[in-house]
């Protein structure tokens, strides 16, 4: 049996490599959960095992684990612990998210119909693919798309599945269920707004902000941060402080992803050149864009930007001009300039909170870090 004050020492140096490297810890946690959840989905059937295979490399084959980073922040800045029993569940509770983001991601590059996602082929173009080469039965993009839907779907009941089963108090769970719930019905309803703007014909700067709170702010950075607060116990007011700051520097993330979807670099991003506007994504970036056509009236970067919009063959030669309208009709600088907005006033409700340290440090390098970066 180990002395106490041995292994507290061996505690603390376990906690100094989590919060090092906080990605590969949470990666570890996602192989070993997810390693006993294919064990139990071979004993139902062998065929269902490689499916789930799939799942697991989309799971385990990338990402930045940016929720599961907010949500430990969060932990830590309402005083969470650092080591021991506790935050290993937190840890656990934390990675969760991962399988939420794996649903969401697996549902939206079928809805999108992408054809990649991270240099890899996305699930329903994987499971096409395998119909193909086993010449089953039947239409293989139907099989694709159908499998992508189960996947995606099992991915939202095992993060459920790994949030109870995280080992943290129940009502330290009762608490944290909160953000969960609203999490996962915002992220949904900003889904299906943006779904609906194109077919609407909604291109107001008003409905694609909108739609960045609910399907990105809110479900990326705000309520993972919520999540590990409320989960360590937070007070009202560090919960206020950390909901501002999430909020505005959720936004600000989006609208850096949205900059990164058409002026991307395809070795960097993993989707091709482009590929927002293939998708036919009215982003804010779009929207400014086509609101400072029409107060120009120029009709000819109406029509190109309208016509690229959703144009699954669109080549990279009109994929340029369509940048060089967006930085000329002046879309770029003014996402640019909210984004610098949202992040000050971000800091200043970080600044204002008195939260813990180093969490309160963390949060600010890690603001800078998903506002200001290149992939």
């Known amino acids: 049996m180990p002395v106490p004050h041995l292994a507290r020492e061996q505690a603390t140096a376990e906690d100094a490599v989590v919060e090092a490297d906080l990605p590969g810890r949470v990666q570890e946690t996602l192989a070993d959960y997810l390693r006993t959840r294919r064990t139990q989905s071979r004993e139902l059937d062998a065929a269902f095992a490689t499916a789930v295979d799939e799942l697991v490399r989309f799971v385990l084959g990338g990402g930045k684990r940016i929720r599961p980073t907010f949500a430990w922040w969060g932990w830590r800045a309402a005083g969470g612990a650092a080591d021991g029993p506790q935050a290993q569940a937190m840890l656990r509770a934390a990675s969760s998210l991962e399988l939420l983001q794996a649903c969401a991601l697996v549902h939206d590059d079928l809805i999108d119909d992408s054809d990649t996602r991270r240099g890899n082929p996305t699930v329903h173009q994987a499971f096409a693919a395998l119909h193909r080469h086993q010449r089953w039965n039947g239409e293989d993009r139907q099989f694709g798309m159908a499998a992508a839907i189960l996947l995606g779907d099992l991915a939202l009941a095992w993060a459920d599945d790994m949030l109870h089963a995280s080992g943290l108090p129940p009502e330290a769970m009762a608490r944290g269920l909160r953000p969960w719930r609203a999490m996962r019905t915002e992220v949904l309803a900003g889904q299906y707004l943006d779904l609906l703007g194109p077919v609407r014909g909604d291109e107001t700067p008003q409905a694609a902000l909108r739609i960045d709170e609910l399907k990105s702010a ?4 705000q309520r993972p941060l919520e999540l590990g607060a409320e989960l360590a116990g937070a007070d009202e007011t560090a919960l206020e402080a950390l909901r501002r700051f999430g909020s505005d520097i959720g936004v600000a993330f989006q609208l850096r992803d949205d900059l990164l979807g058409v002026f991307g670099d395809p070795e960097v991003t993993g989707k091709p050149a482009g590929d927002d506007l293939r998708e036919g994504k009215r982003t804010l970036l779009i929207a400014e864009a086509l609101e400072s056509a029409q107060g120009q009236g120029d009709q000819d ?9 959703g144009d699954e063959n ?4 009109r994929v340029e001009q369509s940048r060089e309208a967006l930085r000329r009709l002046g879309a770029v600088d003014a996402v640019e300039r909210r984004i ?4 000050g006033t971000a800091m200043a409700a970080l600044h204002g909170a008195g939260l813990a340290e180093p969490a309160a440090s963390r949060l600010a390098e890690l603001a800078v870090a998903v506002t200001d970066r290149n992939r």
């Open 314 to 317: 669109l080549d990279e030669k």
């Open 301 to 309: 970067a109406l029509d190109l930007l309208r016509g690229v919009l």
């Open 218 to 221: 809110s479900y990326t950075v």
């Open 340 to 343: 610098t907005e949202l992040t």
